[in-house]
């Protein structure tokens, strides 16, 4: 049954146009990336804040802009990735490299929302100005940190093997 659908993606007009074209893969294939760095450079610096460096930054105001950045990059992330994703899906879901890329993205994303429903608004991110976070807080970053490093990893690997 997946593999009728893995076909019938990759028979799809664009996952053909996409393999046929010179300038529109690379083009997605870089929009992928630009969505990974988004992603990935927002979430580094926000999770080590709450791990506890650099305290004297304001971590109200990294918060706000880290988080909807990293949103944005996650959202720009798997719209070109279901792009790149069509092209070759039957060899995508035989690959135990790229399942488990998409195992730790989803166990990231949902760590993430659970972290951002554990800050409702910023009164309580300042108050953790001169104070460390709580530790459910720490272990959501140090998670968070974790799984997207490890999904960056698998995904470059997806690529070779």
């Given amino acids: 049954m997946?593999?009728?659908w893995t076909a019938a993606l990759e028979a799809t007009a664009i996952a053909g146009a996409l393999r046929g074209s010179v300038w529109a893969y690379p083009l997605v294939n870089a929009g992928h990336l630009l969505g990974?760095?988004?992603l990935i450079g927002s979430?580094?610096?926000?999770d080590l804040r709450l791990l506890g460096l650099w305290p004297s930054v304001p971590l109200a105001h990294?918060?706000?802009v880290l988080t909807r950045t990293a949103g944005i990059g996650l959202g720009i992330t798997i719209a070109c990735g279901?792009?790149?994703f069509i092209t070759r899906a039957t060899?995508?879901?035989n690959s135990s490299l790229f399942i488990s890329k998409m195992t730790i993205v989803v166990v990231g994303t949902v760590n993430a929302l659970l972290l951002h429903s554990a800050v409702p608004d910023d009164r309580l991110l300042a108050?953790?100005?001169d104070s460390k976070p709580p530790t459910h807080v720490r272990s959501a970053a140090g998670i968070s940190l974790a799984t997207w490093l490890l999904a960056l990893t698998l995904g470059r690997l997806v690529g070779y093997f």
């Fill in 127 to 129: 108050c953790w100005t």
């Fill in 82 to 84: 279901a792009l790149l």
């Fill in 2 to 4: 997946i593999e009728a």
């Fill in 62 to 64: 990294l918060w706000r």
């Fill in 43 to 46: 979430i580094v610096p926000l």
């Fill in 91 to 93: 060899d995508y879901v």
């Fill in 36 to 38: 990974v760095a988004l």
